[in-house]
DNA sequence: TCAACATATGAACAGTTGTTCATATGTTTG
DNA sequence: CAAACATATGAACAACTGTTCATATGTTGA
């Protein structure tokens, strides 16, 4: 711990801020879960169907007829955004409804927004 | 725009909403954009960085011993942060220090964690 | 100017991801 | 129950991504 991988020689950066910094990072498996979390809204069909949602639950076969895409390609996302608790699914007869499943999808899409246009 | 692609025959959503949806969802290019900036978010490593630049600035080398990572990987991967944004550089000498580029940064991955504790 | 050091970058490779196609599951209606 | 329809899913493939390795760039001090 007091002692360092050899790197830079001069270290600008103190050694107790390195420490400090240690402790204070959560733990890898909880920052793996945030990545994979992140890696759900990075990807534009996705971004696309929450956008969708923001306005109104939405079938399956609507969403691919809006985003121009086939319901296979739409189905399988919807799962990934599913697992995620990004949506939640609501079943009306054959067709199944799916929807925002809480409002931290809007701030976080909101605030990525925000960034672009800075 | 009246005429949809057959698709689910019986539609529950009103054709206004799915109109109204169309009108009110941002250009495709702004969408791609925004999933670009999350794809940045969505791995381990740079989330990682992120987390070590909240605590304090940090050159290249005490960032790779830090995350036990070596110096071309966390280079490499610096530079996608600085491209989205997400962070700046400052020269001094030989060594390079990176530090956060704005707080929308603490924000998203703050809204990050938040979803993941609920 | 040259050596030593910190950082950046290009190519290559393995691992991952999104879509398509074919097909399965589940629901309603006759 | 069977047909029709909406959705889900598995396999396969192309495209993309992160790391490594080798090397280049840029800076300092002798």
Redesign the interface.
């Known amino acids: 711990m007091e002692e ?2 050899e ?2 020689d001069e ?3 103190h050694p107790e ?2 420490t ?3 402790l ?3 733990d ?1 498996e ?15 069909t ?3 169907i929450l ?2 949602l ?6 399956v ?2 969403l ?3 985003l121009g895409m086939t319901q296979s390609a739409i189905s399988h996302q919807l799962r990934v955004l599913k697992q995620a ?1 990004l949506v939640r699914a609501r079943r ?1 007869g054959k ?1 199944v ?1 799916y929807f925002l499943a ?1 409002d ?1 999808v809007r ?3 909101g ?6 246009c ?1």
């Open positions: 360092r991988i790197c830079c270290h600008r950066v801020i390195v400090h910094v240690k204070d990072m959560p890898e909880r920052l793996y879960d945030l990545a994979e979390l992140f890696k759900v809204f990075g990807d534009s996705r971004v696309r956008y969708v923001f306005e109104s639950e939405m079938c076969c609507d691919a007829e809006l608790k009306e067709t409804f809480d931290h701030t976080i899409i605030q990525g927004m925000e960034h672009l800075e």
